[in-house]
């Protein structure tokens, strides 16, 4: 099991000020992690800035763990055995550290979502939703999504409605699970302002935080699950382009939470569903 720190490289970017208090964000792009400190309204909404660190090995999708720590699937199969490794993110707020959790997903996946617990990705290469257990390095097909008109590169699961939503192109829609079959019901047509380019997503606290990266500029905008009303968050230059993923801790911690927060890496156990 390969475990490593994540080396620090750079910390600045221009922001816009939030209308509502935002979590701190995680984006990978290239080999590349970002922590995106988006600020609070406690402290007036101004934006804190951005941190960069080196990964090991590029990722092509994130998620948020049932401890805090970041999920991660592999762009490319590294190992060359026709499996795709997956990655924890621990010690978020401090210098994170990368330990590869698996090597066992034959196909890329290019988006992975946490849903009630459980860490779930969209395989390309099958057209299969599947569910990841990396206590036994195996997962279990959830459902087929052949019949969608493109793989979701950015998906997101509202606890707070039970609801997993997803974008493709300029659409934001609802999953619909009948039987073995995913489907999908439109929600609303959103405006990015014409950019184009790799996405991902995930939601935090309710709100979609949508990520797309254009000539080495990401922009991450924030989404109304009802309306479909986006906002521009931030624009910031990124070092390595390709694809990218993107995940939040919800709400900016309390020093306190922050510490605890740090300490993940100290936790063997994960919650179980």
Not at 1 to 17: H, R, V, Y
Not at 236 to 254: C, D, N, Q, R, Y
Request: aromatic share 8%; with cysteine.
């Amino acid at each position: 099991m390969k475990t490593s720190t994540i080396c620090t490289l750079m910390g600045i970017a221009a922001l816009a000020t939030p209308a509502f208090a935002a979590p701190t964000l995680f984006a990978t792009s290239g080999s590349y992690l970002y922590r995106i400190d988006l600020g609070n309204l406690d402290n007036g909404g101004l934006p804190q800035g951005v941190d960069t660190f080196q990964l090991d090995t590029a990722l092509v999708s994130l998620t948020i763990g049932n401890d805090g720590e970041l999920w991660g699937t592999e762009r490319h199969d590294s190992s060359g055995d026709g499996n795709y490794a997956i990655y924890r993110i621990d010690d978020l707020l401090a210098t994170p550290v990368m330990t590869q959790q698996g090597d066992f997903i034959n196909s890329l996946s290019s988006s992975i979502v946490n849903i009630n617990g459980t860490i779930h990705a969209f395989l390309d290469d099958t057209s299969e939703m599947v569910a990841l257990d990396m206590d036994t390095d195996t997962y279990s097909v959830v459902g087929s999504f052949a019949n969608l008109p493109v793989t979701p590169a950015s998906s997101g699961y509202d606890a707070i409605t039970n609801t997993s939503y997803g974008i493709r192109d300029t659409e934001l829609f609802q999953f619909d699970a009948t039987g073995t079959e995913l489907g999908s019901t439109k929600v609303a047509d959103l405006n990015f302002g014409g950019l184009t380019g790799p996405i991902g997503g995930e939601i935090v606290d309710g709100v979609y935080y949508h990520a797309i990266m254009q000539n080495l500029t990401m922009h991450i905008f924030a989404i109304d699950l009802i309306t479909g009303v986006t906002e521009e968050l931030v624009a910031f230059e990124v070092h390595e382009g390709g694809s990218l993923g993107l995940a939040g801790i919800p709400t900016v911690p309390t020093p306190g939470s922050a510490a605890l927060l740090a300490m993940g890496s100290l936790m063997t156990m994960r919650r179980r569903r």
